[in-house]
C-alpha cells in the first residue's frame, strides 16, 4: 500500500508560479511511476504530467506544457510541479497518483491517489 499527501497548494496571481508536492509512504517508491492530475469544479479529472520510476521519462498534457514540470526525488520519495506562469483556467485540486504501471497512470487509472491540494489562481 502507498500512501500520497500532497502539499503546497494555494492562492496566486496570474503569471505567477507555485509548487506543489507530494510525499509518498509505504510501498517502494521508486517502483512506481508517477503522476498529477487535477480536477476543476464542474469539470472531470484531467491528466496533467507524469514521471517514470527513474525520472528519465517524462510527459505533459498540451494544456500546461512549457510551463509546468514534473520532478522526483526518489531518496525523499517525493515528487513535485512546479508552475509557472500560472492562468486563471489552471485554477483546480490537484492530486498525485502513483502506479508500478505507466500505463495505468496517464489513463487515470492509478492505483493509489492522494487526497489533493486546492490551486487557486487569481486574475
Known amino acids: 500500500q502507498v500512501q500520497l499527501v500532497e502539499s503546497g497548494g494555494g492562492l496566486v496571481q496570474t503569471g505567477g508560479s507555485l509548487r506543489v508536492s507530494c510525499a509518498a509512504s509505504?510501498?517502494?517508491?521508486?517502483?512506481?511511476?508517477m503522476g498529477w492530475f487535477r480536477q476543476a469544479p464542474g469539470k472531470e479529472r484531467e491528466f496533467v504530467a507524469a514521471?517514470?520510476?527513474?525520472?528519465?521519462?517524462?510527459s505533459y498534457s498540451d494544456s500546461v506544457k512549457g510551463r509546468f514540470t514534473i520532478s522526483r526525488d526518489n531518496a525523499k520519495k517525493t515528487v513535485y510541479l512546479q508552475m509557472n506562469s500560472l492562468k486563471a483556467e489552471d485554477t483546480a485540486v490537484y492530486y498525485c497518483?502513483?502506479?508500478?504501471?505507466?500505463?495505468?497512470?496517464?489513463?487515470?487509472?492509478?492505483?493509489?491517489w492522494g487526497q489533493g491540494t486546492q490551486v487557486t489562481v487569481s486574475s
Open positions: 514521471i517514470s520510476w527513474s525520472g528519465g521519462n517524462t
Open positions: 497518483a502513483a502506479d508500478v504501471d505507466p500505463v495505468r497512470i496517464g489513463s487515470g487509472k492509478a492505483g493509489y
Open positions: 509505504g510501498g517502494t517508491f521508486r517502483s512506481y511511476a
